[in-house]
């Protein structure tokens, strides 16, 4: 217990207050399973409960116990917060939060409208989506598409102070949840189709203030990266790293935003993230393994200083955002236990990685589909180790500018996007929302004006071909093998975050609206029950006067509600298959809505 | 397949339903060298015997899924809160449409959260604004179908000198 020890004694050192961190009210609350606290439920990021009231034998009989308009139409993802009896629902764009009291029927206790101001929902990429709440020492805090990070009082939704982390006005904006570790609230930014420079950022959970930030691309020093002693599968990072992969001063509008998930391993003090696509999407016009874009980043939660960073994509082509949660488990591999942290990247590799140095132990595809690499390199004395080995036929950069290339697998919005997976201690298995989409992609020259889209590609989006006809499918992941045990067809992109119970069920959400439940053994379907909206959010569970209920957001858009509307045709089928496959627009409709579900009396 | 052509006709007039707007005039009656405009001198597209589009469209095609795909959804075709284009610039008068998106528009209320930008300082954008128009207009007739238009016709000298004078330009 040497490291907390010291942990403790540095944050005596930095405060003369009471040494109780933030933290050790959230790690009370997600050791207490009635309560649902963070957005992935733990820090670990695995989305499971113990709560098995509902379970596989009954979960069949479930209906709705009771339903919530947010008031609020376009795209609905993260979850809900219950915390002592409280329910926190937060909305798209204009972000509104609601109090509401579960003893007293959903009745609104309180309710937090921010002032905004409107352009930022025109430099959101791919609707105005938000993440969710976090919640700390009867605090919640909220963080607006606008950047502005607020604490509420959690009781009565006074504001306690608020700070503001970007500039929407050069394509800065938010739509992530916000992480709270010790006495820091770590936050990311969102706008790589706006060559933003990504950053994380920590302010102190006391005043707002800020502690430190960690830029994803520049000098050593704006990354807090230590050229000796960061890792970088299993050697130092050494000096200038990100500097020395881009051409001239590219990295200040290079991208590599941290709009994903954060992770937190409180035993090693390290927070786990992901950097998003370099800028622009044209890789010809950006020469350059583009460090650190679609990076894993290991850091400490007190200084930000990097552990470790493991890239992904090395020189994306694809929009392959490197963003996806890590993970946090410990299984065994090859007969020993290890602490891993697992990944499913857009780019259709399912990572295993050993959490405390960084090193790579397993890199498959969770999708057979995935062509545009043939495999990781694994050997560790290749100098090509831990690189995707790209097939020429699929590279955009190869093929060049004003090139289509055609038939890559996945399509941008990637094998997987934001929508986070489960992992059961019980089962140890990962179950994951995925989407089975390829795409045609062509670059081309771009200009960059600062707050305006600096895309540079354009692209065509169909089913994977030669498959179920369907745009996804919802796995079950042996992280250990990196092997699929099962793999449920979904027509359309699963885009819902998983559940996973020790009732033996997980749970998901469907675009076309569905709640389902099924078997976590055999993926075995148990029960289904169509909400009002296409579901992007992701589903929680809590108990309240001892009932166990599941809950749901719904409310189609985000980038799925965008490039599956009108459905998606196939240019390289010929004409005849065109509107041959399913139109989102033909299920479901715009709408906001909370649906919670119980057991029958 | 004689019903066809009146159909169509009829089709294109119900869609452009506008007061004193009888049907969408996209025959090509000039050319600069760069692109085609009709008989009122607006932007138009055109499609050879071999169905090939011209350049400027098939720019078009290629500028609208960077610039404008992100929120109006592949094809023009609209996405689950972003109209779709093909219809707007058939319905829309042409100087009405430039000036939306060079200057955005907004629809903020209790009930709605639309919001477009304003990309008049965006070159990827208005230098290729009548070919994103043309390219729209060929799919809200009907005239190209979804997906990347099979054949084109090759950039003109005129058009590269017009493009780089834009997107280099003073």
Redesign the interface.
């Known amino acids: 217990m040497k490291r907390s020890m010291l942990g403790l004694l540095a944050a005596l050192l930095v405060s003369t207050a009471a040494p109780a961190l933030a933290n050790d009210s959230v790690k009370a609350l997600q050791a207490d399973s009635k309560q649902w606290a963070q957005q992935l439920g733990n820090y670990a990021g695995q989305r499971y409960s113990e709560l098995n009231a509902i379970n596989k034998d009954n979960v069949g009989k479930m209906q709705v116990a009771w339903t919530f308009s947010t008031?609020?139409?376009?795209?609905h993802e993260g979850s809900p917060l219950v915390i002592g009896g409280i329910m926190y629902v937060h909305t798209?764009?204009?972000n509104m939060v609601y109090a509401l009291n579960l003893a007293d029927e959903g009745k609104i206790m309180w309710r937090y409208v921010p002032e905004q101001n409107?352009?930022v929902?025109?430099?959101m990429?791919?609707?105005?989506v938000y993440r969710g709440l976090a919640y700390a020492d009867d605090t919640i805090y909220l963080h607006q598409a606008d950047t502005k990070l607020v604490a509420l009082d959690a009781k009565t939704g006074a504001e306690k102070w608020s700070v503001v982390n970007g500039d929407p006005s050069k394509g800065e904006t938010n739509t992530a949840t916000v992480t709270i570790v010790n006495d820091k609230v770590l936050v990311g930014i969102s706008g790589g189709?706006y060559g933003v420079r990504g950053h994380l950022t920590a302010y102190n959970t006391k005043d707002g203030s800020l502690a430190w930030r960690a830029y994803s691309t520049g000098p050593d020093a704006e990354m807090l990266v230590d050229p000796e002693n960061t890792m970088v599968l299993g050697k130092p990072i050494g000096k200038d790293s990100s500097l020395n992969s881009w051409e001239g001063d590219q990295w200040q509008i290079g991208g590599g935003t941290t709009w994903g998930w954060s992770t937190y391993d409180a035993d090693l003090n390290l927070i786990y993230y992901g950097t998003g696509n370099p800028s622009t999407?044209n890789p010809s016009q950006r020469p350059g393994d583009n460090k650190w874009s679609m990076t894993i980043m290991a850091r400490d939660a007190d200084t930000g200083m990097a552990k470790w960073f493991y890239q992904k994509t090395p020189h994306d082509e694809w929009d392959f955002d490197g963003v996806n949660e890590n993970i946090l488990a410990d299984i065994e591999i090859d007969g020993q236990m290890r602490k891993v942290l697992v990944n499913f990247d857009r780019n259709g590799f399912g990572y295993t990685l050993d959490r405390v140095t960084g090193e790579l132990l397993v890199a498959e595809k969770f999708d057979p589909q995935v062509n545009w690499a043939t495999h990781v390199e694994m050997d560790k004395t290749s100098d090509q180790y831990g690189r995707p080995q790209v097939v020429a036929e699929y590279s955009t950069a190869q093929n060049g500018e004003d090139t289509?290339t055609t038939g890559i697998c996945p399509a941008a919005l990637g094998s997987k996007d934001q929508q986070p997976a489960a992992f059961s201690p019980k089962t140890n298995l990962f179950y994951v929302p995925t989407n089975h989409v390829c795409m045609?992609y062509?670059p081309?020259r771009?200009?960059y004006?600062a707050g305006?889209?600096?895309?540079?590609?354009?692209?065509?989006?169909f089913p994977a071909p030669n498959s179920h006809g369907g745009m996804g499918n919802f796995i079950a992941w042996d992280a250990a093998k990196g092997e699929i045990k099962w793999s449920l067809p979904e027509q359309f992109s699963v885009w819902s975050g998983a559940l996973a119970t020790a009732g033996d069920i997980v749970f998901y959400g469907t675009l076309e609206g569905y709640l389902k439940a099924v078997d976590s053994e055999t993926g075995k379907e148990l029960y289904k029950f169509k909400t009002p909206s296409g579901i992007i959010g992701n589903v929680f569970t809590y108990e309240n006067a001892g009932k166990q209920y599941v809950g749901v957001l719904s409310g189609?858009?985000g980038w799925a509600?965008?490039?599956l509307?009108?459905g998606?045709?196939?240019?390289n089928d010929g004409?005849g298959a065109?509107?041959g496959y399913a139109a989102?627009?033909d299920y479901t409709?715009?709408g906001g809505q909370l649906t919670v579900f119980k057991l029958p009396e | 397949m004689k019903f066809t052509t009146p159909l169509l006709a009829l089709l294109i007039a119900a869609a452009g339903a506008g007061p004193g707007r009888a049907e969408v005039d996209v025959a090509a009656a000039s050319t600069d060298g760069v692109r085609h405009f009709n008989a009122e001198d607006i932007p138009t597209y055109v499609i050879n015997e071999d169905g090939a589009v011209d350049w400027p469209t098939f720019s078009g095609f290629r500028r609208y899924h960077a610039e404008c795909h992100v929120c109006h959804g592949p094809d023009g075709e609209g996405s689950t809160y972003a109209p779709a284009l093909k219809n707007s610039a058939i319905k829309m008068d042409y100087y009405d449409f430039v000036g939306i998106v060079a200057s955005g528009k907004q629809e903020v209320s209790s009930a709605s959260n639309q919001v477009m930008p304003a990309f008049a300082t965006n070159p990827n954008v208005m230098c290729y604004l009548d070919d994103i128009y043309t390219y729209l207009r060929a799919r809200g007739t009907e005239a190209i179908p979804r997906g990347r238009p099979a054949k084109r016709m090759d950039k003109s000298d005129e058009y590269a000198a017009a493009e780089k004078a834009c997107m280099e330009g003073s």
């Open positions: 008031g609020v139409l376009r795209g798209p764009f204009p409107a352009d929902i025109g430099v990429c791919c609707d105005t189709e999407w289509n045609d062509e081309f771009v200009s004006a305006q889209p600096y895309v540079g590609a354009t692209l065509s989006m189609i858009g509600g965008i490039g509307a009108a998606l045709t196939n240019p004409l065109v509107g989102l627009s409709a715009l």
